[in-house]
C-alpha cells in the first residue's frame, strides 16, 4: 500500500510539474536574417541599419527557435532581457555558431511601475525599430574595432610588438528573428552563446557607457585587467581617427567575445560614405531617431577627454588627449 501511494504521488507531481515546466519553453517559426560585423574599409555606413529596408543584402534562412523564458534563467539588462534558447533551421541547415548549440535571446522591454521594477513587453513594430538600432550600433562597433586593429597592425610594423599582450576580441555573431506569425508580430536578437565559468571565464562589464575607465572588481583575475586596459586604449584610437567624434563603450563579455556594445558620438552624427572619415553633424536627428539609441549619453562623450586616463597601451602606440590632425 506504502509503495501505491508513492507511486501515486509520484504521478501527481509530475502530473503538475510537467505543464509548468513547457510553460516556460515556446517555439516559434521565424526567418532569420544574420547582422553582417564588416570591416573598416576607409568609410563607416552612408545610412543607418533598418530590418524592413527592401535594399538590405542580407543572408537569410527560416526555421524554429525554441526560446526558455524560464525567471531563474533569465538576465535582464538596461532594456533587454536574455533567455537561452536554440535554432534549427528548415532542412537541418548547419549554420555555426547558431545550430551548433545554445543561442543567447534577447527581447526588448520597456519599464512599467512608479519606479520602474515591472517588465512589459512591447508590440512587435517597436520590437524590431528597436533591434535596428541594436543592428547599426554593432555594424559601427565592430567596424571601429576592427579600424583599432589595423592602426595597431600598421603601428607594430614601425615601432615592433609591445610589451603588453594585444587581446584579439571580436563581437558575437548576430542574427535578428522576425516571427512568422499573422496573427502577432515578435522580434528577437539571437547571438551566439558565451561560454563561460566561475573562475576564469566570467561574463565580465569592462567599461560603461557612462565614462571611460574600467570597472572590473580589484579582486578579478588580472587578464580581465588586462582586456579593460586594451579597451580603454581602444576608445582612444577610435576618438582619435574619427576625429573625436566617436567610440566605442559599454564594453562587457567573457574570453575573447564582446557583446551589446554603444557607440558614443557627438550629437546624432551621421556619416557620408563618399568622402572617407568625413563625419558631419545634424543639428537634430535623422529621421526623428538617434542613430545609436538612448545609450548613446552626451555627458560620457563630452567627458572623454577628463575621464580617459592613458595608459601603457596608448603611451607605447604615441596617443595623447591633444587634437592632432591625422598624418
Not at 510553460?23 to 576607409?42: A, H, W, Y
Not at 541547415?93 to 517588465?119: A, S
Not at 569592462?206 to 572590473?216: E, G, K, L, P
Request: net charge negative.
Amino acid at each position: 500500500m506504502a509503495n501505491l501511494c508513492a507511486l501515486f504521488f509520484s504521478f501527481f507531481y509530475f502530473a503538475i510539474l510537467i505543464p509548468c515546466i513547457q510553460v516556460t519553453d515556446k517555439e516559434f517559426r521565424c526567418k532569420f536574417l544574420v547582422i553582417p560585423q564588416p570591416e573598416f574599409n576607409g568609410e563607416f555606413p552612408s545610412d543607418r541599419f533598418d530590418i524592413d529596408d527592401e535594399y538590405l543584402d542580407l543572408d537569410c534562412y527560416c526555421g524554429d527557435l525554441s526560446v526558455n523564458f524560464a525567471k531563474e534563467l533569465m538576465e535582464k539588462g538596461s532594456f533587454k532581457t536574455a533567455h537561452p534558447g536554440r535554432v534549427r533551421l528548415v532542412d537541418n541547415v548547419d549554420l555555426p555558431p547558431f545550430t551548433n548549440g545554445m543561442v543567447c535571446v534577447k527581447q526588448v522591454y520597456e519599464k512599467r511601475g512608479e519606479e520602474g521594477e515591472k517588465i512589459g513587453r512591447v508590440p512587435g513594430r517597436y520590437e524590431a525599430d528597436a533591434l535596428s538600432v541594436e543592428c547599426n550600433v554593432l555594424q559601427w562597433a565592430s567596424i571601429l574595432l576592427d579600424m583599432t586593429y589595423q592602426f595597431i597592425d600598421r603601428e607594430i610594423a614601425i615601432r615592433g610588438e609591445p610589451c603588453h599582450q594585444i587581446p584579439r576580441l571580436r563581437f558575437t555573431r548576430t542574427m535578428v528573428a522576425l516571427v512568422k506569425d499573422a496573427a502577432k508580430e515578435k522580434a528577437f536578437l539571437v547571438e551566439e552563446w558565451i561560454n563561460t565559468d566561475e573562475v576564469d571565464n566570467v561574463y565580465t562589464k569592462y567599461i560603461t557607457n557612462r565614462h571611460s575607465q574600467s570597472v572590473v572588481p580589484f579582486a578579478a583575475p588580472q587578464h580581465m585587467h588586462d582586456i579593460a586596459a586594451f579597451l580603454i586604449f581602444a576608445q582612444h584610437v577610435q576618438w582619435q581617427k574619427t576625429h573625436q567624434l566617436a567610440f566605442t563603450s559599454d564594453y562587457q563579455g567573457a574570453g575573447m567575445l564582446l557583446s551589446d556594445p554603444q557607440v558614443i558620438s557627438k550629437p546624432y552624427v551621421n556619416i557620408i560614405q563618399s568622402i572617407p572619415l568625413l563625419l558631419t553633424l545634424m543639428p537634430a536627428s535623422i529621421e526623428g531617431t538617434n542613430l545609436f539609441g538612448d545609450g548613446n549619453l552626451q555627458s560620457t562623450f563630452h567627458d572623454f577627454r577628463t575621464h580617459h586616463q592613458c595608459n601603457d597601451f596608448c603611451k607605447f602606440f604615441g596617443l595623447t588627449l591633444e587634437i592632432q590632425h591625422e598624418r
